[in-house]
T-cell receptor
Framework: AQSVTQPDIHITVSEGASLELRCNYS??????LFWYVQSPGQGLQLLLK??????LVQGIKGFEAEFKRSQSSFNLRKPSVHWSDAAEYFC???????????FGAGTRLTVKP | ETGVTQSPTHLIKTRGQQVTLRCSSQ?????VSWYQQALGQGPQFIFQ???????GRGNFPPRFSGLQFPNYSSELNVNALELDDSALYLC?????????????FGSGTRLTVV
């Protein structure tokens, strides 16, 4: 079965600085990969997704992610972080042949003024 | 278009009781998935309903059960509540042909079992 590891539990960056959140997945075939964001007390909002094709995907709110098959990674990036980006970020992996989307444990982002 | 609506937003139950959580899917969506998110954890897949039938299940015991209605709304029922069932329960809906994960999530129901 597929699985996801987010190595960083908590990251703090200064407003305006660049951001990279790490995600490593385990799956035997080509995975479906996702990044979601969750603000306190809210549900999950889809930032971006990768199914196939161009390995650099653009999402909402200025986020992008790059699929690297050789490293089994799908890291999320943003060139300049805004205070409103403070939230919990979840990487998820799905498979085409089942409905069991697996989430990582999440990375909590704090943005310093 | 309306999003995914869950009710109630919060509730407290006693160990051993039963609970029903409700979810109204986004307009045009006929698939509903339920997730459990324990504090400090990522969401875990409970099950999915498609056209009123269970269409996949995660590693949850049978005391977790569900229903989907003709209008595509859904219920999650949990019997014999345990303290470890305390969590945020998320409902997500998707439209026909949406690859797995292309879901719209509700804001969740926070269940506390005491």
């Amino acid at each position: 079965a597929q699985s996801v590891t987010q190595p960083d539990i908590h990251i703090t960056v200064s407003e305006g600085a660049s951001l990279e959140l790490r995600c490593n997945y385990s799956y035997g075939a080509t995975p479906y990969l996702f990044w979601y964001v969750q603000s306190p007390g809210q549900g999950l909002q889809l930032l971006l997704k990768y199914f196939s094709g161009d390995t650099l995907v653009q999402g909402i709110k200025g986020f992008e992610a790059e699929f690297k098959r050789s490293q089994s990674s799908f890291n999320l990036r943003k060139p300049s972080v805004h205070w409103s980006d403070a939230a919990e970020y979840f990487c998820a992996v799905g498979a085409s042949n089942n409905n069991d989307m697996r989430f990582g444990a999440g990375t909590r982002l704090t943005v310093k003024p | 278009e309306t999003g995914v609506t869950q009710s109630p937003t919060h509730l407290i139950k006693t160990r051993g009781q039963q609970v029903t959580l409700r979810c109204s899917s986004q307009s045009g969506h006929n698939t509903v998935s339920w997730y459990q998110q324990a504090l400090g954890q990522g969401p875990q897949f409970i099950f999915q309903y498609y056209r009123e039938e269970e269409n996949g299940r995660g590693n949850f015991p049978p005391r977790f059960s569900g229903l989907q209605f003709p209008n595509y709304s859904s219920e999650l029922n949990v019997n014999a509540l345990e303290l470890d069932d305390s969590a945020l329960y998320l409902c997500a809906s998707s439209s026909p042909g949406t690859p797995v994960g292309g879901y719209t999530f509700g804001s969740g129901t926070r269940l506390t079992v005491v």
